[in-house]
């Protein structure tokens, strides 16, 4: 049985997943600093592969960005555009679509009879 | 629409069936190749290796221009499509467009995507870029990327980009150390090949453009620069690192 942690990395890259489950955890925004400041203790990195990992998290719609000004200039604050449940949730939606697309009414049949034994 | 696309396929057919035209044709994009390449193999300065790869867009330009004058000038019946009188209008056009290209599109597309700083990193480059005597500061403007990347651009006038990814990784003198580096290329007037280079580079394989791109000399001219103003090579060094990680 997988755990639920491992199930985001089975889809992301290591670090990206780590970023992810950093915003989960601290339950709302962060900047890339702070992200940074909790990772290395578990997860040694360079902060620029942070900053970067986090870019392409935007470009891949998984997390929202806003500019913030402050005494070390301009930053980003990055939120996470789905709860874990959520993001989850999209993973076993697009694989069992993909599933159905691929196998029709094979995969639909297995997912029945499977359903019914579970019920 | 598909009956004017027909007829410019045969305006076409009727362009290539013409030797003369063909053998212009043919020989502008030889001497497109030929300027690449002898931008990588010969060592030219910034300067000149800039010059040759927008004059190398502008002979890959040259076609299109050539076949749309010689199909104007038929269609308005305005010239009775002698070869030369062609070509008196061809060129002029051709490095016209390959100008403008160079000094007007290529860095409006960079201001395009950005935002103009008007804060202290502009106060910044308007005090050194006087220092250094230079007549008009470059405009710093902010790129909304979470990538850590900071370049220049030439043209009309010239601008220094950082992205806001590079401002969240760096300290205040790091980033110091790197305008100073863009401000040196500027000075130095090889910013003009970054632009140039990273749109060749979309195009191209990347072993033709590389070494027609910015030297290890001018990289270390624009890095002593740097150390001289902030008196040590610490920032820009730890800039440089982190900026590799």
């Known amino acids: ?119 | 629409m598909w009956g004017m696309a027909d007829h410019v396929i045969d305006a076409g057919t009727l362009f290539f069936q013409d030797g003369t035209n063909v053998t212009l044709v043919a020989a502008s994009l030889a001497f497109a190749v030929l300027l690449i390449l002898s931008s990588r193999y010969l060592g030219f300065s910034a300067r000149t290796r800039s010059i040759l790869m927008h004059a190398h867009v502008a002979l890959l330009l040259f076609p299109l221009v050539f076949f749309a004058t010689t199909l104007t000038c038929k269609q308005a019946g305005l010239c009775e499509v002698g070869l030369t009188q062609t070509l008196l209008y061809v060129i002029p056009i051709t490095l016209a467009l390959g100008l403008a290209f160079g000094l007007l599109v290529v860095p409006m597309l960079h201001r395009w995507r950005a935002q103009p700083e008007a804060g202290r990193w502009q106060r910044f480059i308007h005090r050194h870029a006087g220092e250094l005597g230079m007549r008009k500061a470059p405009d710093v403007f902010i790129v909304d990327s979470g990538r850590p990347e900071a370049y220049s651009t030439g043209g009309l006038r010239p601008a220094i980009f950082i992205t806001v990814g590079m401002s969240e990784t760096l300290s205040e003198r790091q980033m110091q150390a790197v305008l100073l580096h863009e401000l040196a290329h500027i000075r130095e007037g090889s910013y003009v090949l970054k632009p140039i280079t990273r749109l060749l580079q979309s195009v191209y394989p990347e072993p033709i453009v590389a070494p027609a791109a910015m030297t290890q000399e001018e990289e270390r001219k624009a890095d002593a620069y740097a150390t001289w103003v902030q008196k040590t090579n610490v920032h820009l060094n730890r800039a440089k690192r982190k900026l590799a990680e």
């Open chain 1, 1 to 119: 049985m997988v755990k639920k942690a491992d199930a985001v990395s089975d889809v992301l890259s290591p670090l990206e997943s780590k970023i992810l489950e950093t915003l989960w955890e601290s339950g709302g925004e962060a900047k890339v600093r702070e992200i940074y400041g909790r990772i290395r203790k578990r997860h040694p990195c360079a902060q620029t592969s942070v900053a970067v990992t986090l870019d392409r998290l935007y470009a891949r719609k998984l997390v929202s960005r806003r500019i913030t000004t402050g005494r070390g200039g301009l930053a980003y604050i990055y939120r996470p555009l789905q709860s874990r449940e959520q993001f989850q949730k999209s993973i076993v939606q697009q694989a069992v679509d993909r599933l159905v697309a691929r196998f029709g009414d094979s995969a639909i049949n297995y997912f029945d009879e499977k359903y019914r034994k579970n019920k």
